[in-house]
């Protein structure tokens, strides 16, 4: 018998570009997490959902993302060019993020049973928008510690 595939929105949004950021990723109608980082950009909290939800979530799992950072690496497998060039890009120089890509590559590799899928960003999906919301919500509370 088949395991149910769970499904999972993943975003990252951040105040500036760098500035303080959060992440979320939410499964529609369950379980959500999010979190965020006082000095970051929004690729980083992209990558950082979706890092957290594999880490979360077990079983076969589909990622839903805005973020084609994200779902093109696995989609068009440039995870294998980066490894094989030694973390180097097409453009000859180190791929940014490294400390954020490494695990989630290890992660996406050992699990063998997680997809992705792209969706357009506010463009009114219920589930994307949530998830951007949580993301959001979780870099303002930041702000709003700090004073």
Not at 18 to 43: E, R
Not at 108 to 113: D, P
């Amino acid at each position: 018998m088949e395991e149910t595939r769970t499904v999972a929105y993943t975003d990252g949004a951040c105040s500036g570009n760098p500035g303080p950021g959060g992440w979320a990723w939410v499964i529609p109608d369950g379980a959500f997490a999010a979190g965020f980082d006082p000095d970051t950009t929004n690729q980083r909290m992209e990558l950082r959902a979706t890092l957290e939800a594999l880490r979360a979530l077990e079983g076969p799992l589909l990622i839903v993302s805005d973020s084609t950072y994200v779902v093109h690496c696995f989609r068009d497998s440039w995870w294998r060019g980066w490894q094989r060039r030694g973390w180097v890009n097409s453009q000859k120089k180190p791929v940014a993020n490294q400390d954020l890509w490494k695990p989630l590559i290890d992660l996406y590799v050992a699990r063998g049973n997680v997809d992705f899928e792209w969706v357009k960003g506010h463009s009114g999906d219920r589930w994307n928008d949530e998830a951007d919301r949580l993301a959001v919500e979780a870099g303002q509370r930041q702000i709003n510690l700090q004073g």
